[in-house]
C-alpha cells in the first residue's frame, strides 16, 4: 500500500485528479468508481475545472457509486444521487445512461444488488475506485464486522455511522440502511484511491495501515491489494 501525506487538502485533491486524469488520459472509456461524503469534494472540484480547461472528458467514461442509502427518494437532497449530480456529473459532459449508483427503492434488493455486480463486471470491471474512510474504518458501507463482505449488499448501518451522517439530515429522519458495494467488489478494482483528512479520521487510518488485517477495520484490507494508494493529510496521518 503506497501512502502520500499533504500539507493541505488542496495538494491532496489536485494529486488525486492527477491519478484519474491519468486513468482517463490512457482509457478515455474507463471505468470509474465513485465515492460520496466530504472527503471527494474537493477531488471532484478539480476534476470539474479540468474538465472546463479542456483536460479531460467524462463522455465515454462508466461510473459506478460505492452505495446509496435505502428508502429515500431518489432525488432527496441527502440522496447519493443527488450529491453527485450537484458535485460532479451535473457539472461534466458524463452521459446518464453510464451513470450507475445502486437503486436505494428498489422492490427486491437482493435482486438490486445481484444486478448492479452483473452491470460491473458487463462493464469490464472497475478501473479506478475511489474510497473515503468512516472513523470506524468502514469504506463504502462495509461496516465493522466479523467477516469481510462479497459483492452489493444491503446493509443496517451502525451507530456511529448514524451519529457521523445524521448531520445532513436537518429535516428528515436518516435511513437505517443502505445498498453497498462489498468489500470483494471493492478488492477487484484494478486501482484503489483512498483519501482521508483530519484529527478525527486518524485512529481509522491507524488500525488501518498499522492493525491487523480485520473485517472490524474494514480498511484494513486494502493492505492485500496491489495497487492501493492512501493520500492523507498530516492530521489523518497524525498517528503513523
Ligand atoms: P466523509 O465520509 O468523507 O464524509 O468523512 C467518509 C465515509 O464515511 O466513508
Do not use: W
Amino acid at each position: 500500500m503506497q501512502i502520500e501525506i499533504f500539507d493541505s487538502e488542496l495538494k491532496l485533491a489536485e494529486r488525486a485528479a492527477d491519478l484519474f486524469e491519468d486513468t482517463i488520459r490512457k482509457n478515455p472509456a474507463a471505468v470509474l468508481g465513485l465515492a460520496t461524503g466530504a472527503s471527494p469534494v474537493n477531488t471532484y472540484n478539480e476534476l470539474i475545472e479540468r474538465y472546463r480547461a479542456g483536460k479531460i472528458s467524462f463522455a465515454d467514461i462508466t461510473t459506478f457509486n460505492l452505495d446509496e442509502y435505502c428508502d429515500l427518494p431518489r432525488d432527496d437532497k441527502n440522496s447519493y444521487y443527488s450529491f453527485m449530480q450537484q458535485n460532479l456529473f451535473g457539472k461534466v459532459d458524463i452521459r446518464p445512461e453510464n451513470v450507475h449508483i445502486e437503486n436505494g427503492n428498489a422492490d427486491d434488493f437482493d435482486a438490486e444488488a445481484a444486478a448492479y455486480d452483473r452491470a460491473i463486471e458487463a462493464a469490464g470491471g472497475i478501473d479506478l475506485q475511489l474510497l473515503g474512510i468512516g472513523t470506524n474504518g468502514h469504506i463504502g458501507f462495509n461496516e465493522p464486522a466479523d467477516a469481510f463482505t462479497d459483492g452489493t449488499f444491503r446493509i443496517k448501518l451502525t451507530e456511529s455511522t448514524i451519529k457521523a451522517n445524521s448531520r445532513y439530515f436537518t429535516d428528515s429522519e436518516m435511513p437505517r440502511y443502505a445498498l453497498t458495494m462489498g468489500i470483494a467488489s471493492i478488492m477487484h478494482a484494478k486501482k484503489i484511491l483512498l483519501i482521508a483528512t483530519g484529527k478525527a479520521k486518524a485512529e481509522a487510518i491507524y488500525n488501518t495501515v498499522k492493525g491487523p488485517i480485520t473485517p472490524r477495520c474494514p480498511a484494513s484490507v486494502l493492505r492485500l491489494h496491489q495497487n492501493a494508494i492512501l493520500l492523507l493529510d498530516t492530521e489523518a496521518a497524525s498517528l503513523l
